[in-house]
């Protein structure tokens, strides 16, 4: 099975619901860091990956129809090469208020909370994070708005810019089904587009209260 969906959305754009989205609508099951965290025979490969060593994304995503969400968003240039029929999901939000989400959410999660976690998994799941988003992607500057935000507008522009446009699918959060079942030719479901994983329940599920 390949990858049918690729979201090279960052995270706290949505992904948990557009992975829930994605998996109602047929295209499932979806890769997320909730994959990472829920199978931890999972994570040495993608430690491997954020040490850069060369990884078999086929094996990586053995049974996954779709992926959004970090850890696979940091390596989508890789995967739409690897998966050149593949679409492409961009979930973008305004930069102001995914900053203010990353900061109550996974922020504190690589940061303050690194190696305090309630067990070893969750540690080097953070430990990982830690090194592939805070320092790779931000330079460890993931708590400067500025820096953070034009990071985030820079990802969003080099996306749009390098693939196709009958290939790429810009998502604004909230946007529902309409936007999403039109890119991937399914009807619109009935039921309403699911809304889940707020800060809130990030915080309490990871024990965040700083």
Same mark, same amino acid.
């Given at each position: ?36 965290? @829920? +199978?931890?025979?999972?994570?040495? &490969?993608?430690?491997? $990956?954020?040490?850069?060593?060369? *990884? %078999? ?81 931000? @330079? +460890?500057?993931?708590?400067?708005? &500025?820096?953070?935000? $034009?990071?985030?507008?820079?990802? *969003? %522009? ?32 009935e039921e309403p587009y699911p809304n889940t994983n707020s800060s809130k329940e990030f915080r309490a599920q990871q024990g965040i209260t700083t």
């Amino acid at each position: 099975m390949a990858l049918e969906v690729i979201g090279a959305g960052f995270g706290r754009t949505g992904t948990n619901s557009l992975r829930l989205a994605l998996q109602h609508l047929g295209f499932g099951p979806c890769h997320h860091m909730f994959e990472v965290r @829920d +199978n931890p025979q999972q994570l040495p &490969a993608w430690e491997a $990956a954020a040490r850069g060593e060369a *990884v %078999d994304w086929d094996a990586m995503f053995q049974g996954y129809r779709s992926q959004v969400d970090w850890p696979g968003a940091a390596y989508w240039r890789q995967l739409a090469a690897h998966y050149p029929d593949a679409k492409v999901l961009l979930s973008v939000r305004d930069p102001d208020a995914w900053f203010d989400s990353v900061q109550a959410t996974v922020g504190p999660f690589m940061t303050v909370m690194r190696g305090k976690h309630s067990n070893a998994h969750m540690n080097a799941i953070s430990e990982m994070c830690a090194d592939f988003i805070a320092r790779d992607i931000f @330079d +460890n500057r993931m708590d400067d708005r &500025a820096h953070a935000t $034009a990071v985030f507008t820079a990802h *969003v %522009d080099e996306v749009r810019d390098t693939l196709p446009a009958d290939r790429l699918l810009v998502y604004e959060t909230g946007s529902g089904w309409g936007p999403l079942c039109d890119f991937l030719d399914v009807p619109v479901p009935e039921e309403p587009y699911p809304n889940t994983n707020s800060s809130k329940e990030f915080r309490a599920q990871q024990g965040i209260t700083t």
